[in-house]
């Protein structure tokens, strides 16, 4: 670069676009980018530094010798520039559409100067005043009052001198080949090759690229000419006259002519329903646009905007029939069929959404976007394999695109392909990198791969770029933590919390810090602030019970514990943490209570027996005789008394799940088989069996408890005809009556129970239990299969039951909720701590997520599980996985040795063998790995093309050469396989041209 570049823009005109224009420019270029303010009286911008020109040196070249691109978005540069040293352009815009433009944005944009109060408003805001508009124009004379009264100023009275080039935005926005950019750059001293990456940046943010990028910025909702033209009124140009005279002329626009102002043209129409939406007044917007299509019926974007208007009200049907009446007034459009796809994947019918979005492409395939959100609705699927191969094909169509890039980061992650999502993610900042958020996201892959060091430089860069993310100081805190640098990872949680006002996660993640850095009242405070943002979350009131225990504060520790374990439902840990409380203050009753359900819970769990064992006897003393825990003994200390065990005691405490997952799935209804069976309600339970195994094809626990039900009816069947024939020879057994009375009631044979059992009521009217169960038995009416009672001790049962928690789990994680989800399933763990399958569905689940100890969790527990199944080889090579993922190298490799001695046939084993080995630098090794996995399953095209580098790195280019050649020839006609093996053939052909 000849010169120093001043980039000089104001607000909308293209403030945005050319800032990541330059951004893209200084970055390919190896040049400094910076933010600045020149004008001594402006604040700083966001990132910038506020220096003036007499900080910058003298004229010339700089001092250390490294040019600079300088960007100040307002303009305010200096006089008396050193045109030797300083080349700069200046962006204009037709201040009639500008006022337009920052009317509509200023009603609707987050720009934190929009929601200060003000003074001169009177308390109100910004966006609060340009609210209270009647309308578009009223919205507009405001603007001429205020905001855009200073820019239109500033533009009308900046001087270029012969340092900078004036350009008109309107002209940029059309610039398709490049011509007027080209003027500029070359005017800003650019030649030979930086000229070419001026204008590949250009390209790749231009309105008109098909990038995401440029498409879709916030800021633009139409860069359009001469606007004012169907906008404004005579009043409203009469007004704007006054206000700036000859403003548009000295800018080198059109002159205003009010015998240029459109009547009841549609596109004003148009343009103020958009207005409408973009503040919220959906009805007005409704109506704008569909005055528009009245007067232009074939016009296809003014049915598209009644769609999503109707889409943002909720009438997703209603939109749907815009959108296929338009396809038959307008004719087949990509932008239609891309619309129609959208609504279609509101209402979830996701196949007939992709459907929608093939027509579009088979219409126009080279349209990136489309291939893009083809991507997005298979992300939503959860097909990532598919998901991977749409985003492939959008960046192949717009090589360039960040976002394009990120989502197929992304994908690849999905997959588990931490390293390849890694370099992909580095791939969209190289195109722009200007966006914290790549960098942000670049952090949390690093730090799940275990590449600590790195995952902090690239959270760093984040917080350089937007210093007030949140979720990057989140992050680095992590990240910081995980470092052993716990006082630096507590200052980044506070940073974390104090730039997000409603995420309660963060106070808890920072309460735990403090915690653990011995700061125990800030960690209460913690504690505190995240239960105000969502009471709802048990371990929040967990944690503010650990860090009141710590001061001292018990009875306040067990408030929280006991509000803790209200809301988590029946989860064994909490009671027992309360329960430890409860004896640590001296309330054995409590305890034991608390104990007791938490045995409940886990009724396995014989360190919660022993302890509920411990907190009765030491009540035992306080009560009355008989002992607690006795059917007669009274409820200590004023507590209620425990639960009874059957449908017909008062069970309003126990949960009652609504959730259709819960209710509706095998692993529910054989929860409630089970419940029903207990109560005594053997034929609804076998019903309910039935449906359980019918729901859950391929589940043989399912069809055996329902086997096992129909062979207990049997048996029943039996013993009742047994136990009548016994009281016809003896009537007065009492205990027989009893047991066939329950027999009976089993089956259903409700009538014929209570006849048998009411002579032995009526022979011992004081037996009090046996005058309960004949009641029970009159009250009966049919199998209440549906009774509230019974369907809680189910839904009690099934709070036990691991099946449950693990099925549940596994519908949360389909529905994007990991963190729930890895709570079912570390659930089932807990109540089946012995079950190897629940172990290994919660490591591979935490293999699936994002959490920065996610990996060293996962081989724990696959540890544990190859410990239960020795003899299983799956357990290894996912401990292989975990390893890896910590890049733990050496270990993985052992661990995949390990599993091939008991599967010596298994050719992912080998390949995962290959992948560790490659990246520990055993390439050798890697070679033969993944050429024994080749010889185990030949179709494997993926290993070729890996064995073809690993090859090729050991320097055996024909083999790698011949490698590649069998794979194409396998791929046949496999579009997919064949680009991607095309991709490793032209990086051979790269590497053997520079050799």
């Given at each position: ?7 000089g823009?104001h607000?909308k005109t ?10 893209q420019i200084?970055?390919?270029?190896g040049?400094?980018?910076e933010?600045i303010?020149?004008a ?12 003036t020109?007499?900080?910058l ?26 045109a030797?040293?300083?080349r700069?352009?200046?962006v ?7 006022l ?11 720009e934190?100067?929009?929601h200060d109060?003000r003074?001169d408003?009177?308390?109100?805001t910004y966006?609060?005043m340009i609210r ?6 009223d919205?507009?004379?405001f603007e001429?009052?205020s905001s ?5 100023q500033?533009?009308?009275r900046?001087?270029?001198g012969?340092?900078?080039?004036q350009?008109k ?6 610039d398709?080949?490049l ?5 500029i750059f070359?005017f ?5 090759e ?10 790749d943010?231009s309105?008109f690229?098909?990038?995401v990028?440029a498409?879709?910025h ?10 004012w033209?169907?906008v ?20 080198g626009y059109?002159a ?5 102002l459109v009547?009841?043209?549609p596109?004003y129409h148009?343009y103020?329903s958009?207005f409408?939406?973009n503040?919220?007044r ?6 704008s646009?569909?005055r ?15 769609s999503?208007?109707?889409a943002r009200?909720g009438?997703?049907?209603e939109?749907?029939r ?5 396809l ?6 990509p ?7 959208d ?6 019918l996701f ?11 088979a219409?126009k ?5 489309l291939?893009f959100?083809?991507?997005n ?6 097909m990532?394999?598919e ?5 492939r ?10 976002v394009?890039?990120?989502?197929l ?7 588990a ?5 890694i ?6 900042i190289?195109a722009n990198p200007?966006?914290a958020?790549?960098?942000t ?5 690093l730090?799940e ?17 937007d210093?007030?993310?949140a979720?990057?100081w ?8 995980r470092?052993d ?10 940073k974390?919390a104090a730039?997000?006002?409603t995420?309660a996660?963060?106070r808890?993640q ?6 653990r850095g011995?700061r125990v ?7 505190r ?7 709802q979350?048990?371990?929040y009131?967990?944690h503010l ?7 001292g ?6 408030d929280?514990a006991a509000?803790?374990a209200?809301l988590?439902?029946?989860?064994a840990?909490?009671?027992?943490h ?6 640590q203050?001296g ?10 359900r ?6 396995g769990n ?6 509920l ?12 005789s008989?002992?607690a ?11 209620p008394?425990?639960?009874p065990s059957?449908p017909?005691?008062?069970?309003a ?7 259709s997952i819960?209710?509706e ?14 109560a005594g309600?053997l034929?609804a ?12 094809t391929?589940?043989e626990r ?10 207990r009816r049997?048996?029943l069947?039996a ?5 009548l024939?016994l ?6 057994d009492?205990?027989q009556r009893?047991?066939?009375a329950?027999d009976?009631?089993a ?10 059992l ?5 022979a011992?009217p004081?037996d009090?239990?046996?005058?309960e169960?004949y ?6 009416a049919?199998?209440?299969?549906d009774?509230?009672?019974v369907?809680?001790i189910a839904l009690?049962?099934?709070?036990r039951?691991p ?14 909720d990991m963190?729930?989800a890895?709570?079912?399933a570390?659930q ?7 079950t ?6 919660l490591g591979?689940?935490l ?11 996962a ?5 544990t ?6 003899d299983k080889p799956?357990h290894?090579?996912?401990l ?10 050496a ?8 599993a091939?001695t008991l ?14 080995l490659?990246?520990?630098?055993d390439?050798e090794?890697a070679?033969?790995?993944y050429r ?7 179709e494997?095209?993926p290993?070729?093309g ?7 790195t050991?320097g055996?280019r024909?083999a ?15 579009t997919?396989q ?7 053939a032209?990086?051979?052909e790269s590497?053997?041209?520079g050799?």
């Open positions: 670069m000849k010169y120093d570049l001043l980039i823009t607000h293209g403030t945005v676009w050319m800032r990541s224009i330059f951004a200084a970055y390919d270029l040049v400094r980018f933010r303010r020149f001594d009286e402006a604040a700083p911008p966001e990132g910038g530094t506020g220096r020109l007499t900080d040196g003298g004229a010339g070249e700089p001092a250390d010798g490294n040019r600079v691109v300088y960007f100040d978005d307002h303009s305010g540069f200096p006089g008396g520039l050193d030797s040293r300083f700069g352009l200046h204009v815009r037709d201040p009639r559409d500008l337009i433009s920052a009317a509509n944005y200023h009603g609707w944009a987050r934190g100067w929009l109060p003074d408003f009177g308390g109100a966006q609060q209270k508009s009647a309308d578009l124009r919205a507009i004379r001429m009052a855009s009264r200073y820019n239109i500033s533009m009308v900046f001087d270029c012969d340092v900078f080039y350009a935005y309107e002209e940029l926005i059309t398709r080949d011509a007027r950019f080209t003027e070359e800003l001293g650019l030649e030979g930086e000229l070419e990456v001026a204008r590949q940046a250009c390209l943010h309105m690229s098909g990038s990028e498409q879709t916030s800021h633009v909702q139409s860069g359009a000419a001469q606007q033209e169907y404004f009124d005579h009043d409203l140009l009469r007004d704007f006259e006054a206000s700036f005279p000859k403003a548009p002329e000295i800018l059109q205003s002519d009010p015998g240029l009547r009841d043209d596109r148009h103020t958009r409408a939406l503040w919220g959906e009805d007005d917007a409704l109506a646009a569909q528009a299509v009245e007067l232009a019926p074939t016009n296809e974007d003014y049915h598209r905007l009644v999503e208007i109707l009200q009438k997703l049907t939109s749907e815009i959108l296929r009446t338009a038959q007034l307008c004719g087949p459009s932008r239609l069929f891309r619309d129609l796809s609504v279609l994947a509101h209402r979830e196949d007939v959404a992709v459907e929608a979005v093939g027509n579009a492409i219409l395939p080279t349209d990136p976007q291939h959100f083809k991507g609705l298979r992300m939503h699927q959860q990532w394999a998901a991977e191969a749409a985003y094909d959008a960046v192949s169509l717009n090589k360039r695109s960040a394009y890039r990120r989502q980061a992304e994908a690849l992650e999905r997959q392909r931490t390293a390849e999502a370099e992909t993610c580095r791939e969209a190289a200007g966006h958020p790549y960098h996201y670049l952090g949390t892959l730090a791969a275990g590449r600590l060091a790195e995952a902090e430089a690239a959270l760093e860069t984040a917080l350089g770029l210093p007030d993310s979720s990057a989140q992050r680095i805190s992590g990240v910081l933590d470092l640098r716990l006082d630096d990872a507590i200052a980044a949680a506070q974390a730039f997000s006002d995420n996660n963060y808890d920072l309460g735990r810090l403090l915690e011995t009242a800030e960690a209460e405070q913690a504690y602030d995240a239960i105000a943002l969502d009471p979350v048990p371990r009131h967990r019970s650990g860090a009141l225990e710590a001061q504060r018990l009875a306040e520790a067990i929280a509000s803790a209200d988590s439902g029946d989860n840990r909490y009671f027992a309360l329960g430890r409380l409860c004896r203050a309330q054995p009753a409590a305890a034991a209570e608390a104990f007791g938490a045995l409940q819970c886990e009724p014989d360190a919660i027996a022993r302890q064992d411990a907190a009765a006897r030491a009540a035992a003393p306080a009560q009355a008989p002992a825990g006795s059917p007669e003994a009274p409820p200590a200390d004023g507590e008394d425990g639960e059957g017909s005691g008062d069970e405490d126990l949960p009652v799940l609504e959730d819960l209710t799935s095998p692993a529910y209804l054989s929860c409630l088989s089970h419940a029903l069976a207990d309600h034929e339970a076998i019903e309910t069996a039935v449906r359980a195994a019918e729901m859950g391929g589940q399912l069809q055996r408890h329902a086997e096992q039900l129909m062979a049997e048996e069947t013993a009742c005809d047994a136990g024939a009281l016809l020879s003896d009537p007065a009492g205990t009893r047991k066939t329950t009976l009631a089956l259903g044979r409700i009538d014929e129970a209570v006849e048998v009411r002579p032995a009521m009526e011992c004081e009090q239990d046996l005058a169960a009641a029970a038995l009159v009250g009966r049919g199998l209440p299969a009774a509230p009672s369907r809680r009690r049962n099934a709070c039951s099946e449950f928690h693990a099925d549940v789990g596994g519908s949360l994680e389909r529905r994007g963190a729930a890895l709570q079912m570390r089932a763990v807990e109540l089946a701590p012995g190897a399958r629940h172990l290994r569905n591979e689940m293999l699936r997520s994002e959490g920065d100890t996610a990996a060293a969790e081989e724990a527990v696959f540890r599980a190859h410990g239960l199944e020795p799956g290894l090579r996912l292989g996985d975990a390893l890896a993922r910590q890049e733990r190298w270990e993985a490799g052992q661990a995949f040795q390990h091939l599967a010596p046939d298994s050719a992912a084993i080998r390949i995962r063998l290959g992948d560790v490659a990246a520990s630098g390439m090794g070679a033969e790995a024994r996995a080749i010889a185990l399953k030949p494997a095209l290993v070729y890996r064995l073809t580098r690993v090859l090729d050991l055996q024909q790698a050469a011949d490698m590649i050649n069998r794979a194409l020839a396998l791929a046949g006609d496999d997919a064949r680009r991607r093996l095309e991709k490793v032209a990086t051979l590497a053997a041209a050799a």
